[in-house]
């Protein structure tokens, strides 16, 4: 049997309106086990590559 893992991305207006624990939860109920977490605050440089593929929409600046 192969494990697989999941990402999980919680955007910045779920955390900054107390979802964080409501998404894990959601995700522990369907039998997920989290195995690990990390919070950051990205640099502009590392959002500009992360979300890149959106560089000419008008809501990117």
Not at 19 to 44: A, C, D, N, T
């Amino acid at each position: 049997m192969t494990k697989e893992r999941t990402f999980i991305a919680i955007k910045p207006d779920g955390v900054q309106r107390g979802y964080v624990s409501e998404i894990i939860g959601r995700f522990e109920k369907k039998g997920f086990k989290l195995v690990g977490l990390k919070q950051l605050i990205p640099s502009k440089e590392l959002a500009q590559n992360h979300y890149g593929v959106h560089r000419e929409r008008p809501f990117f600046w």
